[in-house]
């Protein structure tokens, strides 16, 4: 979907005023309205989250921008909230699954917050609520929110524990190292610090943070899954721990686990892509460079996915 509809969705503004949003929603909402829709003719209908059409489990993460609280919905029927409450419409089963995507998909500064309904409170009035993307809560990579729909027993699932009977496959979008430019001084250099003024503002510090912030959290996220699980296949998780390869957060993993990621950084260094790919491609809005990250992404898979990873078959030895 995002090789077919990037060029029409991440078209920028003719003008673009500072309170603007980088992309209009208009032309993303037009393609999932036609991309997300029950048989018959576009228009009539939408697709829900707890509609026929899912044959597979699905959550979708997203923060809520007027309360502040990440949601991480799915289409679990046991699910606190999934079906109506109080004698009203009111359960996430009725929400249109073009929304959520929408909302999941809409990264701050890039795209507005994705309003819409959510039912009838007890009182009898309705409740709107408007959202953003999920990458924006700790869960930008929501393996371990999955963890605790698989298990807690809220969730109504269950699924046992062990290496040998869970597995969680996470797949990245690409990592690399944020890093902020050393600035000459003015006195040395006033060119170069007058050029460099922006960056300084307030407001571009506080989204470096929080740039910063969504990283820790992934990273969190990966410690941990390497931490409570085993792995066929390991991957170096940063300069601290390097390659998890035994677990050790509990005396018997939980859960096998398969990281598949493309460490730009890495990658620069071996002379596979050149410094500018590597910086380039840590945007999400570049059509252009799709072509090129997919064909590194199949040649990556190519050499470290395998089909014995993905069976039971195998776990940790003794």
């Keep these: 979907m995002y090789m077919r509809f990037a060029a029409e969705v991440f078209r920028r503004r003719w003008r673009r005023w500072l309170l603007l949003t980088r992309y209009r929603s208009e032309p993303l909402e037009r393609l999932l309205r036609k991309s997300l829709h029950p048989m018959g003719p576009i228009g009539e209908g939408d697709v829900l989250l707890g509609g026929p059409e899912l044959l597979t489990g699905l959550a979708i993460v997203m923060k809520r921008v007027d309360t502040g609280s990440p949601w991480v919905v799915s289409n679990l029927p046991a699910a606190p909230h999934f079906r109506d409450r109080d004698g009203s419409a009111n359960g996430n089963a009725r929400l249109p699954l073009r929304k959520l995507v929408q909302a999941s998909a809409a990264a701050?500064?890039?795209?507005?917050?994705?309003?819409?309904?959510?039912?009838?409170r007890a009182d009898g009035r309705m409740e709107r609520a408007r959202f953003v993307d999920g990458g924006v809560t700790p869960y930008n990579n929501p393996a371990l929110r999955l963890l605790e729909l698989a298990r807690l027993p809220v969730f109504g699932l269950r699924w046992p524990l062990?290496?040998?009977?869970?597995?969680?496959?996470?797949?990245?979008?690409?990592?690399?190292?944020?890093?902020?430019?050393?600035?000459?001084?003015?006195?040395?250099?006033?060119?170069?610090?007058?050029?460099?003024?922006?960056?300084?503002?307030?407001?571009?510090?506080?989204?470096?943070?929080?740039?910063?912030?969504?990283?820790?959290?992934?990273?969190?996220?990966?410690?941990?899954?390497?931490?409570?699980?085993?792995?066929?296949?390991?991957?170096?998780?940063?300069?601290?721990?390097?390659?998890?390869?035994?677990?050790?957060?509990?005396?018997?993993?939980?859960?096998?686990?398969?990281?598949?990621?493309?460490d730009f950084d890495a990658m620069a260094r071996a002379g596979e892509i050149s410094a500018a790919e590597a910086r380039r491609f840590q945007e999400f809005d570049a059509p252009a460079d799709m072509v090129r990250l997919h064909a590194l992404a199949q040649a990556a898979a190519r050499q470290a996915v395998s089909p014995a990873h993905l069976r039971f078959e195998a776990g940790p030895q003794a």
């Design 108 to 120: 701050p500064l890039f795209f507005e917050p994705t309003e819409f309904e959510l039912g009838r």
């Design 162 to 262: 062990g290496p040998e009977r869970l597995m969680i496959v996470s797949i990245g979008t690409g990592r690399f190292r944020m890093r902020d430019a050393a600035r000459p001084t003015f006195t040395k250099a006033p060119g170069a610090w007058m050029r460099g003024l922006p960056g300084r503002l307030p407001l571009m510090q506080a989204i470096f943070a929080l740039r910063g912030t969504i990283k820790d959290g992934e990273m969190h996220t990966l410690r941990s899954l390497y931490g409570l699980g085993w792995s066929p296949a390991p991957t170096a998780v940063d300069g601290e721990v390097g390659c998890m390869t035994a677990g050790g957060v509990t005396n018997s993993p939980l859960f096998t686990v398969l990281r598949y990621d493309l």
